[in-house]
């Protein structure tokens, strides 16, 4: 499979989740609108990143093959 291939595919979908999701429970629990915000876009970034790292090589693999 393309992830196996990648590692820096390995790291953003393994590493990075790892490092937003506590950062981001930090956020929320200084409390506040402007903090719960911000820990909400944290978790999207982590979240885009990680689709992101997972479709792309695919696409960039699916190209050559045509």
């Known amino acids: 499979m393309v992830i ?6 390995r790291r953003t979908v393994v ?6 999701w506590p950062c981001s429970m930090l956020l929320w629990a200084g409390g506040g609108p ?3 915000s911000l ?9 885009a990143s ?3 790292g997972i479709v792309a ?3 960039r693999d ?5």
């Not at 196996?4 to 595919?9: C, G, I």
């Open 57 to 59: 090589p695919m696409y």
């Open 39 to 47: 820990a909400a876009v944290v978790l999207w970034i982590s979240t």
């Open 4 to 9: 196996e291939r990648n590692r820096w595919v």
């Open 15 to 20: 590493g990075q989740p790892l490092i937003a």
């Open 62 to 66: 699916d190209a050559g093959h045509c």
């Open 50 to 52: 990680c689709v992101f």
């Open 34 to 36: 402007a903090a719960l």
